[in-house]
C-alpha cells in the first residue's frame, strides 16, 4: 500500500508546473512538475510531514489534510476519492470501516428488471469490470465478449487480450485508458480483493499496454459517457452510456446503453434485438448482412 501512495502522490505533483499552481519557477528542475516543497506550501504543511505522507506513510492522516492536499495537487473527483480510499486502507485495521464486500450473484429481482428493460442495452457489472448479468439486447451487443469462454465475462481482459477488441471498440485508446483507470480506481476501494489483484496480475504480465497505463496511476469514475462500437452484426453504434447503482447490493451497478432517437444507432440498435431474438443467430446474421 506504501508503494502504491508513493506513486499515487509523485505522479501527480508531476503533472503540475509552478505557472499552473500560480508559484514562480526558479532555477532547473531534473524533474518535471512541482518540488515536495512547494506541495507542502500550497498544501499548508511542513516539508517534512509532506515528505512523509508522499513515502506512502498516510497513518493518522486527518480529513483536513487530504482535503488541502487535494487542491494542491489540483486532483479531480476521482482523484480525491482514490486518495481517500488510499488513506482508509493504511489506517490500523482496528481503525477502519470495513467495506461491505460486493455481491457476485445477481439477485432475481434485479434481473427481472435487466429483462423490462427491451430498447437498450443493459448489464450488471462490478468494479473489476465483470458482466455478471444482461438483458437479451447486452448480450447481444456485446456478443464478442461473450463468445470468450471464461466466466464471468470481463471487460478488461477482453480490452486487451482479445485482437477482436480493437475492431470492436472504435475508440479502443479511450476505453483502454477507462479500463485501467477504473480498475486502478477499483484496487484503492479494496486492496485486498484478491480477485481483482490476480486479474491486475494476469493482464500486467500478459498486456504491455495495460502495463504502460498501470504505471501511470490514472483513476476514473465511470458514469456517462458516449461510446463507439464497430458491433460484426450490425456495424456501427454510437450509445449513451448511464450508470445506475443498485444501493441493496454494494458494489454492483447496472449499466445501459441507449440510443439518440430517430438516429442511425437507435435503427442498428432494433435490428440487433431483432438478430438477438431469432433462434438460429447465425442464420439471422447472414440475413442482416444480405439487406
Not at 423490462?116 to 438483458?135: E, K, M, P, S, Y
Not at 447486452?138 to 478488461?156: D, T
Not at 449499466?255 to 442498428?268: D, I, Q
Request: hydrophobic letters at 40%.
Amino acid at each position: 500500500m506504501k508503494k502504491e501512495v508513493r506513486e499515487f502522490l509523485t505522479s501527480r505533483r508531476a503533472r503540475i508546473t509552478p505557472e499552473q499552481a500560480g508559484l514562480r519557477s526558479y532555477g532547473s528542475r531534473r524533474v518535471p512538475g512541482l518540488r515536495r516543497e512547494e506541495v507542502a506550501v500550497l498544501a499548508g504543511v511542513s516539508v517534512p510531514y509532506y515528505t512523509r505522507l508522499e513515502r506512502g506513510d498516510l497513518n493518522g492522516v486527518s480529513q483536513s489534510v487530504l482535503e488541502a492536499l487535494s487542491r494542491a495537487l489540483e486532483l479531480d473527483d476521482a482523484e480525491r476519492s482514490h486518495l481517500l480510499d488510499l488513506a482508509r486502507a493504511a489506517q490500523p485495521t482496528g481503525a477502519r470501516l470495513p467495506r461491505r464486500r460486493a455481491r457476485q450473484r445477481v439477485r432475481p429481482e434485479v434481473q427481472w428488471t435487466l429483462d423490462a428493460i427491451t430498447g437498450a442495452a443493459a448489464f450488471v457489472g462490478n468494479d473489476r469490470l465483470d458482466l455478471l448479468a444482461a438483458n437479451q439486447l447486452g448480450r447481444a451487443l456485446f456478443s464478442e465478449l461473450y463468445a470468450a469462454p471464461a466466466r464471468p465475462v470481463n471487460s478488461a481482459r477482453f480490452v486487451f487480450l482479445d485482437p477482436r477488441a480493437q475492431t470492436f471498440y472504435d475508440d479502443w485508446e479511450r476505453v483502454a485508458d477507462w479500463c485501467v483507470a477504473t480498475l486502478r480506481w477499483a484496487s484503492g476501494r479494496d486492496p485486498h480483493d484478491g480477485d481483482l489483484s490476480d486479474l491486475v496480475g494476469e493482464l500486467a504480465t500478459d498486456s504491455e499496454a495495460f502495463r504502460t497505463r498501470w504505471a501511470a496511476h490514472d483513476v476514473r469514475f465511470h458514469n456517462i459517457g458516449i461510446k463507439h462500437f464497430h458491433h460484426p452484426v450490425v456495424g456501427e453504434l454510437t450509445l449513451s452510456l448511464t450508470r445506475l447503482d443498485l444501493p441493496a447490493d454494494p458494489g454492483l451497478t447496472i449499466f445501459t446503453y441507449a440510443a439518440e432517437a430517430g438516429s442511425r444507432s437507435e435503427e442498428a440498435l432494433k435490428l440487433l434485438g431483432s438478430w438477438a431474438a431469432t433462434a438460429d443467430p447465425a442464420e439471422s446474421a447472414h440475413a442482416i448482412e444480405q439487406t
